[in-house]
C-alpha cells in the first residue's frame, strides 16, 4: 500500500465544513484511497472510498486530484459527533493484505 | 442488514494463557480479517480469512492463528500471552477479496487486558 501522510491534529467549528486533507505521492495506479474514522474505542467506520473520480455519500464528499497525489475527505456540516480519527488508506482494489492504518487525522468539533 | 458483532466485549487474561476471541460477519460477506488496536495507535492486520483458510498475514507470531466456519464467522485465538498482546481485537468482513473497490466494515471490537 502507498504511505499516506495526514496532520495530526484538526478543528473545526460546528456546522462548518470540515475538509481533511491528505498526501499519497506515491499512489500506484490500481490503488484506491480509503477514508475510515473511529471514534473512540469503537470499531472503524467506512466513510467513502475512490479511485480517480470525485465521489459523494450521505456522509461525506471525497476530491481526488487530478494527479492523485492527494485527496481532501469534506464533511459538509460538522456536528460534535463527527469528532474522530480519520484515516485516509490508499491500497489496491481487493486483495489478502490488510488495510495499512496510519495513526490519523483527530478532527475535533468545537462548539 | 446484520452488522459485524464480535463477543466478548471485555476480556481480562493472564500471562501465559489462551484466549479465543469471535467474530460473525455482516449479512453476504465472505471474508473476516482481524487486526490488532494498541492504544494510541492505528489498527494493525494480523490475518484474513476467505472460504476457511487463510488467506494473507501481517506481520504476527504463530501464536496468533484463526479459523473460519462454513457460515463465515471466524474465531481469532491467541496462545501464551503476553503483556504486550493487550489491545483492541477488531473483526472486518468484507466480499470476496480480488473484487475492485472491496470494502471492509468493522464490528465494535474485544478490548483484551493481558496481566
Known amino acids: 500500500d502507498a504511505k499516506t501522510t495526514q496532520p495530526t491534529s484538526m478543528d473545526c467549528a460546528e456546522g462548518r465544513a470540515a475538509n481533511l486533507p491528505c498526501n499519497h505521492s506515491t499512489i500506484s495506479g490500481n490503488e484506491y484511497v480509503y477514508w475510515y474514522r473511529q471514534i473512540h474505542s469503537q470499531g472503524p467506520q467506512y466513510i467513502i472510498h475512490?479511485?480517480?473520480n470525485n465521489e459523494t455519500n450521505e456522509m461525506a464528499s471525497l476530491i481526488i486530484t487530478e494527479d492523485r497525489k492527494s485527496s481532501t475527505l469534506i464533511l459538509p456540516h460538522a456536528t460534535l459527533r463527527d469528532t474522530a480519527v480519520y484515516y485516509c488508506?490508499?491500497?489496491?482494489?481487493?486483495?489478502?493484505?490488510?488495510?495499512?492504518f496510519g495513526k490519523g487525522t483527530h478532527l475535533i468539533i468545537q462548539p | 442488514e446484520t452488522g459485524v458483532t464480535q463477543s466478548p466485549t471485555h476480556l481480562i487474561k493472564t500471562r501465559g494463557q489462551q484466549v479465543t476471541l469471535r467474530c460473525s460477519s455482516q449479512?453476504?460477506?465472505?471474508?473476516v480479517s482481524w487486526y490488532q488496536q494498541a492504544l494510541g495507535q492505528g489498527p494493525q492486520f494480523i490475518f484474513q480469512y476467505y472460504r476457511e483458510e487463510e488467506n494473507g498475514r501481517g506481520n504476527f507470531p504463530p501464536r496468533f492463528s484463526g479459523l473460519q466456519f462454513p457460515n463465515y464467522s471466524s474465531e481469532l485465538n491467541v496462545n501464551a500471552l503476553e503483556l504486550d498482546d493487550s489491545a483492541l481485537y477488531l473483526c472486518?468482513?468484507?466480499?470476496?477479496?480480488?473484487?475492485?473497490?472491496?470494502?471492509?466494515?468493522f464490528g465494535p471490537g474485544t478490548r483484551l487486558l493481558v496481566l
Open positions: 472486518a468482513s468484507s466480499l470476496a477479496p480480488g473484487r475492485v473497490g472491496e470494502t471492509q466494515y
Open positions: 449479512s453476504g460477506h465472505n471474508t
Open positions: 475512490g479511485l480517480k
Open positions: 488508506i490508499a491500497r489496491p482494489g481487493g486483495g489478502a493484505d490488510g488495510l495499512t
